[in-house]
């Protein structure tokens, strides 16, 4: 079974920076897409940054591009989000997410669905984000 566990949240202020680490066990992470999505109170969850099982290929949201810099480490069955220029609008829990990633067409259709959180199997606990001053 594949665990996922975020670590990295915390509290920041605005403009601040700050990395977030998922790490992945029970299965081998370069089996899988992988991907951050992030919650805020009383929002929908979105997708917010997705890489292909490669790493060669990134998605992120307008929201984020720019600022976040998702990357993975397949040696060490880990994905990272490095977040800078930190808003306020930031603020939320962020989520670690995994999809098999081993039929042709899947980062394709990813895209095509928008990164839809129901095409994403595993996930982790989440951790929290606050950007405040």
């Known amino acids: 079974q594949v665990q996922l566990v975020e670590s990295g949240g915390g509290a920041v202020q605005p403009e601040g920076s700050l990395r977030l680490s998922c790490a992945i066990s029970g299965g081998a992470g370069s089996n899988y897409h992988m991907a951050w999505f992030r919650q805020a109170p009383e929002k929908q969850r979105e997708a917010v940054a997705a890489v292909s099982v490669s790493g060669r290929d990134t998605f992120y949201s307008r929201s984020v591009k720019d600022r976040f810099t998702i990357s993975r480490d397949n040696a060490k069955n880990t994905m990272y989000l490095q977040m800078n220029s930190l808003k306020p609008e930031d603020t939320a829990r962020y989520y670690c997410?995994?999809?098999?990633?081993?039929?042709?067409?899947?980062?394709?259709?990813?895209?095509?669905?928008?990164?839809?959180?129901?095409?994403?199997?595993?996930w982790g606990q989440g951790t929290q984000v606050t950007v405040s001053s």
């Open positions: 997410a995994a999809t098999p990633g081993d039929s042709p067409g899947s980062w394709s259709n990813l895209i095509l669905r928008r990164f839809r959180q129901g095409d994403f199997t595993y």
